[in-house]
């Protein structure tokens, strides 16, 4: 199985202010014969179901706020939240769908500081 | 729009069977795979297992032993069944679709149902 970590488990950041969240896989999800990084990331608020957010590690899915970036390649990957909104806490949570069994990251809360 | 909800028991008692379904609305269920997910109450995803219209169904190896998941296209619902249960498998479990075999990514879930095994 391909192990997902993600760093920190729980961040507070100011409103307006960026937020980084790392997600490490313990093999390459880098396709190589398509170049795609077989990476998704999820928001989850409490009481609610996972909602994607960004595909191929770099998607943003339709209707996802712009301020939400996805970034990496090969083992490394990164959420980036550019400025920070009250509806943005949650849980977040990374996927590799490279291979089968399909695992998810811990997940990393974030708070308003 | 499209819809899942999980219906089934939310108190199932230690060593029976937990079953549950997953209704489809506003898509086909045909040409997409229909996937089982839990988590634990504050903890993290994961996968149990998915089902293609055609009835091919593919599960995780740490599950692999307990778990069925089935389809009816007729009545766009998939079914979830987990034998010998244990306290580990109280979890919330939610039905979600992956777009596609190349595409594994879950990009409309459920509710999510509360399943706690208790005698």
Redesign the interface.
Known sequence: ?IAMTQSPDSLAVSLGERATINCKSSQSVLYSYNNNN?L?W?QQKPG?????LI?WASTR?SGVPDRFRGSGSGTDFALTISSLQAEDVAVY?C?Q?YS????????TKVEIK | QVQLQESGPGLVKPSETLSLTCTVSGVSINSYYWNWIRQPPGK????IGYIYDSGTS?Y???LRSRVTISIDTSKKQLSLKLTSVTAADTAVY?C?R?YSAS?????Y????TLVSVSS
Do not use: C, H, I, R
């Open positions: 199985d077989y998704a999820y609610q179901p996972p909602k994607l595909y899915e949570y996927q769908y089968n069994p399909w695992t998810f990251g811990q997940g | 993290g995803l994961e996968w593919n995780n190896p740490s939610y979600a992956a595409q594994f990514y879950f990009d879930w459920g509710q999510g």
